[in-house]
């Protein structure tokens, strides 16, 4: 088990319900995008043999391996932004995950971009949790879930009880998966 660091909201069975819930909805993707993983990334909780996983975090530790669970997959960790890092998987074909979502600008590249809004387009699976007591993530929320031609599966607001949290805005929690439109019925 990593340590977690500074970021305490890491290290509760809490941060694990949002990891598992995250890896439940990812089961039917190919591939597995992370962003935002910082010490915490999302590969130990898959359960699925998916092709790759590839977690990006500028705080993150450089890592690849080829293999997950004694099954063949090429996962990276990737100590950058998101921004610095080319995405070159088939539409329809991986899953987007963004646990504690807090996206911040990399120089004058706004976080929310043409280059997120293609990954988040093109996934086969949206999965986003934050907190709503941190403003950043609130204000581009709605520009994430509200992508034309992706509708909302699941939704689920959640109070984390964690002592490490609990009496900070992030024991409150909001996490969404989204798929297109046509994928849903």
């Known amino acids: 088990m990593q340590i977690h660091g500074h970021l305490p ?3 509760g069975v809490g941060s694990d319900a949002r990891q598992v819930l995250a890896a439940h909805f990812l089961r039917d993707c ?3 995008v992370e962003i935002g993983s910082h010490s915490r990334p999302i590969l130990s909780f898959l359960t699925h043999a998916p092709s790759s996983v590839m977690s990006v ?3 993150s530790v450089a890592y690849e391996s ?3 669970n004694g099954k063949p997959c090429h996962v990276r960790h990737i100590p950058k932004k998101f921004q610095e890092v080319e995405f070159d998987y088939q539409p329809g074909t991986y899953g987007l995950v963004m646990l504690g979502y807090s996206l911040k600008s990399f120089g004058a590249r706004d976080p ?3 280059m997120l809004f293609s990954l988040i387009d093109n996934a086969k699976t949206v999965i986003v949790d934050y907190t709503p007591g941190l403003e950043r993530a609130v204000s581009q929320i709605p520009a994430v879930i509200e992508r034309p031609g992706l509708e909302t599966v699941c939704k689920l ?3 984390l009880f964690d002592p490490e949290i609990t009496d900070t805005p992030f024991a409150e929690r909001r996490f969404h998966v989204l798929k297109p439109v046509h994928q849903s019925s």
């Open 66 to 68: 080829f293999e997950l």
């Open 57 to 59: 975090d500028p705080k």
């Open 157 to 159: 607001e959640m109070r």
């Open 30 to 32: 190919d591939h597995v």
């Open 9 to 11: 909201h890491l290290s």
């Open 112 to 114: 929310l971009g043409e």
